[in-house]
């Protein structure tokens, strides 16, 4: 499994990872662009995540680019994380099936990143 913050936010990344069978969990930045396959393309600070809340984006396009696939995009709004007043929501770009995967596995980057 591949867990990356917003520096590694590629889809191009991401379509590598799943054709080499490796899982992902890789974060976006707010102001990524996301669509299905009926809807115009939306950021997905658009999709009102607020703390609480957990969002599942299955089956989506992400950036205007074409030629990488679809994606899920798992979304958590958290108020607070380990003690730290967190600024926005995670998106977070993923071959996981549902939310609850995605979000646990990504909580372990940032005990990764303290040591």
């Known amino acids: 499994m ?4 917003r520096e590694f936010c590629s889809p191009k990344l991401g379509n590598w990872l799943s054709f080499e069978g490796a899982y ?4 976006q930045k707010n102001n990524t662009l996301v669509w299905q396959d009926t809807e115009v393309a939306r950021e997905l ?4 995540v607020k703390p609480g809340v957990k969002l599942f984006i ?3 396009n992400v950036t205007k680019q074409k030629g990488f696939g679809t ?3 798992a979304c958590k709004g958290k108020m607070y994380y380990q003690g ?3 600024k926005e929501p995670w998106y977070i770009l993923t071959n996981f099936d549902d939310v609850e995967p995605a979000i646990v596995a990504y909580q372990r ?3 990764i990143e303290e040591a």
């Not at 591949?2 to 913050?5: M, P, R």
């Not at 600070?45 to 009102?48: I, V």
């Open 2 to 5: 591949v867990l990356g913050d």
């Open 109 to 111: 980057r940032l005990s």
């Open 24 to 27: 992902f969990c890789l974060r």
């Open 84 to 86: 730290f007043k967190m």
């Open 45 to 48: 600070k658009d999709y009102g």
């Open 58 to 60: 299955n089956d989506c």
């Open 71 to 73: 994606f899920n995009i």
